[in-house]
Antibody, heavy 114, light 109 residues
Framework: QVQLVQSGVEVKKPGASAQVSCKASGYTFTSYYMNWVRQAPGQGLEWMGVINPNSANTRYAQKFQGRVTMTRDTSTRTVYMELSSLRSEDTAVYYC???????WGQGTLVTVSS | EIVLTQSPATLSLSPGERATLPCRASQSVSSSLAWFQQKPGQAPSLLIYDVSTRAPGIPARFNGSGSGTDFTLTISSLEPEDFAVYYCQQRVNRPPVITFGQGTRLEIK
């Protein structure tokens, strides 16, 4: 069965970077894009971007251009999302989700606080 | 960028009632309109894709409809487990741009 397992809680100071990983299993890793979505406390869902695990090509939401980097490691079937220059407004749960959003990771809380 | 508006933000209904959740787009969208359900402390889950196709395992009481700028998620007879937050989502493929509505909270009256 398809599973997406994300890395654990991150606590960062303003200005730092955070990296979240998402390890996939149960399907052909390179066949489906992977999306990243975040959700601030008590707020809605916000799409951040998508990576093609086969080519490593990415497409980022305009809001995150220049601050987000999505990468993948095909040997470990893992995708990564790094967000830099963190500010308090980046405190959120970050999710990975498969191409059609039919499978989601469990979410990773990133807290930005001085 | 296409904006999706979900109103009301909160809908109060009783089990057994019919729920109608609207989603309006700022401009005409393709058929790539989906609906998600999110329960507290959980990741969202896909209910409906391509406007009206139920995802695997989704009960028949969930139905999606609409076209152009106006879309609706209908739950024919509410079960206790249906009280949650619902989000609509649209997807443009080339280049990929995805937006979500702000959500409608369905609460027990």
């Amino acid at each position: 069965q398809v599973q997406l397992v994300q890395s654990g809680v991150e606590v960062k100071k303003p200005g730092a970077s955070a990296q979240v990983s998402c390890k996939a299993s149960g399907y052909t890793f390179t066949s489906y894009y992977m999306n990243w979505v975040r959700q601030a406390p008590g707020q809605g869902l916000e799409w951040m971007g998508v990576i093609n695990p086969n080519s490593a090509n990415t497409r980022y939401a305009q809001k995150f251009q220049g601050r987000v980097t999505m990468t993948r490691d095909t040997s470990t079937r893992t995708v990564y999302m790094e967000l830099s220059s963190l500010r308090s407004e980046d405190t959120a749960v970050y999710y990975c989700a498969t191409q059609s959003f039919d499978f989601w990771g469990q979410g990773t809380l990133v807290t930005v606080s001085s | 960028e296409i904006v999706l508006t979900q109103s009301p933000a909160t809908l109060s209904l009783s089990p057994g009632e019919r729920a109608t959740l609207p989603c309006r787009a700022s401009q005409s969208v393709s058929s790539s309109l989906a609906w998600f359900q999110q329960k507290p402390g959980q990741a969202p889950s896909l209910l409906i894709y391509d406007v009206s196709t139920r995802a695997p395992g989704i009960p028949a009481r969930f139905n999606g409809s609409g076209s152009g700028t106006d879309f609706t998620l209908t739950i024919s007879s509410l079960e206790p487990e249906d009280f949650a937050v619902y989000y609509c989502q649209q997807r443009v493929n080339r280049p990929p741009v995805i937006t979500f509505g702000q959500g409608t909270r369905l609460e027990i009256k």
